[in-house]
């Protein structure tokens, strides 16, 4: 396995690090770097407070066309920013973000977004730690809707039979056996519209068909939701929750509420989610449940999440059939201990697992098979043994953290900022840095 360089950065590099397999070695003379190496540098300026007026931000994502939502709880809002770290409130493409600025559901008021994530259908999810979900679709409010429709005239391919309709929940099965949608039923109103183009409740785990017909293990009354990760596409969207009153990870499904006509006339179908099945419960064993904390997947499907409860901070099981993923008697991610707090989990394009370790104030990494990597967000030391020392110094009380391309995004609640680390290969002139600093 080629060498991990640790390198903390301002204008040049000022300290280094090597570690192998979590243990960590003495400091490495400059002939033991090579070129290839590679290091997460700290990418300066950090987003301040003072930037932004953020109040106590929980959640970071990379949304679908590159922008990000940041959920700023205190302020009852969603900052969109772009990579840049600007600003966006509307821009060239037709965007208009003004719906996230202030959240407020009737019947609810204002929501203190905790937890993000987005589908394929460009629906903006967010949690308020309640038993319910809300959306903000993204790509309503770019093409506009001209009006909508509960009821629906559906023709027969095979036969030419034409058939009316207000079942919208049989709407997807009837479109993918042999009926072709000919005809809607239109509502203009500007209230309906407004509505739907506003925040609203996308999962109510109050409503009877969440748990009317199911046991009572399945019931969502009480539910508690931590966290929620989308999943799928077309009609195999789904969202995974953490439901933190019964410890269990519950899947929903997605079932069609209306017809939207957009304005230039083209047709959407908009969706609601509703009870599914029940993906893992409570136990305090790898695989099981206890005090869950946060939730994420992989490109393959696979699910990973962190908790508080239990032996194990984190785990992972697989897609479908919801088995564990690690040895416990194997693989570094299971270590018992290893984390003070384990908080968010994000997985990048390589199969990477980053888990927010809230606790010790830095993230730890992981391959795929759960083998540890290295800790982001540290300052090394050298002590007067010429011992070498990891000095957690740049984050405080970190919640979350999402992963784009080579950039790592965490949300340092403690110091209300965002933090931003580079994934990279070291350079001749890296190196030349490095060798400036060691032999000045």
């Known amino acids: 396995m080629k060498r991990i360089a640790y390198i903390y950065i301002t204008i040049i590099f000022t300290s280094l690090i090597l570690f192998k397999c979590g243990h960590m070695e003495k400091l490495p003379t400059i002939s033991e770097i090579e070129q290839g190496d590679t290091a997460y540098v700290h990418i300066f300026p950090d987003w301040e407070k003072e930037d932004y007026s953020f109040n106590t931000p929980k959640d970071i994502i990379v949304g679908n ?97 034409i058939m009316n309709s207000n079942r919208m ?78 410890n269990r990870i519950v899947k929903l499904k997605y079932i069609p509420k209306y017809i939207l006509v957009m304005s230039d006339f083209s047709v959407v179908i908009g969706y609601e989610s509703v009870f599914s099945e029940i993906a893992t419960g409570q136990g305090s064993g790898a695989g099981f449940i206890m005090e869950p904390k946060s939730i994420a997947m992989d490109l393959s499907g696979n699910i990973y999440y962190t908790q508080t409860g239990g032996v194990y901070a984190c785990h992972g099981i697989s897609a479908g059939s919801y088995r564990t993923l690690f040895d416990p008697n194997e693989d570094d991610l299971l270590d018992i201990g290893r984390f003070q707090r384990a908080g968010d989990v994000g997985i990048d394009s390589r199969g990477i697992i980053y888990i927010v370790d809230a606790g010790s104030n830095y993230i730890q990494t992981f391959d795929n098979r759960g083998t540890f990597l290295r800790n982001i967000g540290t300052t090394i030391v050298v002590g007067d043994s010429s011992d070498v020392y990891e000095l957690a110094d740049i984050l405080n009380e970190p919640e979350a953290i999402s992963i784009n391309d080579n950039i790592v995004y965490v949300v340092d609640t403690g110091n209300s900022r965002i933090v931003r680390f580079q994934y990279t290969i070291m350079t001749e002139q890296n190196l030349q840095d490095l060798q400036e600093y060691q032999n000045p």
């Open 65 to 161: 066309d590159g922008y990000l939502f940041i959920a700023d709880s205190g302020n009852s809002r969603i900052l969109v920013l772009d990579q840049a770290g600007s600003i966006i409130t509307e821009d060239e493409f037709g965007n208009n973000f003004q719906g996230l600025a202030e959240i407020s559901i009737p019947g609810r008021g204002n929501i203190q977004p905790l937890q993000l994530s987005q589908d394929s259908k460009m629906n903006l999810l967010f949690s308020d730690g309640s038993n319910q979900i809300y959306a903000w679709n993204q790509y309503y409010n770019n093409a506009g809707i001209r009006y909508v429709s509960k009821e629906v005239a559906l023709q027969h391919t095979a036969s030419g039979t």
């Open 169 to 246: 929940d049989s709407l997807s099965y009837y479109l993918t056996n042999g009926y072709t949608l000919v005809d809607v039923k239109r509502d203009s109103s500007e209230e309906l519209i407004n509505s739907i183009l506003a925040p609203y409740i996308f999962f109510n785990g109050n409503d009877p068909k969440n748990w009317e017909f199911v046991d009572d293990y399945g019931d969502t009354r009480n539910t508690k939701i931590v966290d929620l990760v989308a999943f799928g596409k077309d009609y195999s969207n789904g969202i995974y929750i953490l439901d933190k009153r019964y």
